[in-house]
């Protein structure tokens, strides 16, 4: 992970439609993104701070840097919750475990998972067309592919 990328730090990414959305980087690997889309750049924190968080997810930032960093600041407490996901055995459906960033851990029935994120490591690109499928209200491959299986 790029050195200047740290916890509290705020990205803009561009988007394939020209606009840009907005993250955060939390402990790492797991970055929030924001429900805030702009045609044009913002740097306000405090703008892009007050806007709801749509995910979060663990990513792979690249050495050559697609997002820009635009500035830090110290992550408030909404972001000290522990993060939830889930992983799913790929040949036993109901083999699932709930686990979260604190170190906690459950098995679990496949209909607990639902509406958490799969434990899974994104790449930037996959992050950008979550984004603008999310901003456009269309399903986005990547989330539909890791959604629990109920059966």
Not at 22 to 46: C, F, Q, W
Not at 87 to 108: L, V
Request: include cysteine.
């Amino acid at each position: 992970m790029p050195r200047l990328y740290k916890p509290g730090s705020f990205l803009r990414i561009p988007l394939a439609d020209g606009s840009f959305g907005y993250g955060r980087v939390l402990k790492l690997p797991h970055d929030a993104y924001y429900n805030y889309r702009t045609e044009t750049p913002d740097s306000d924190l405090e703008r892009i701070a007050s806007q709801p968080i749509l995910f979060k997810i663990s990513v792979r930032h690249m050495e050559e840097r697609r997002w820009e960093l635009i500035g830090w600041r110290r992550l408030e407490e909404q972001f000290s919750q522990p993060i939830v996901q889930f992983m799913q055995d790929i040949e036993n459906f109901r083999d699932c475990t709930i686990f979260d960033t604190a170190g906690n851990s459950k098995r679990a029935e496949p209909q607990e998972c639902i509406g958490l994120e799969y434990a899974a490591v994104w790449e930037e690109e996959n992050v950008e067309e979550r984004l603008l499928d999310t901003f456009m209200g269309r399903p986005n491959a990547s989330v539909e592919h890791l959604k629990v299986r109920l059966k």
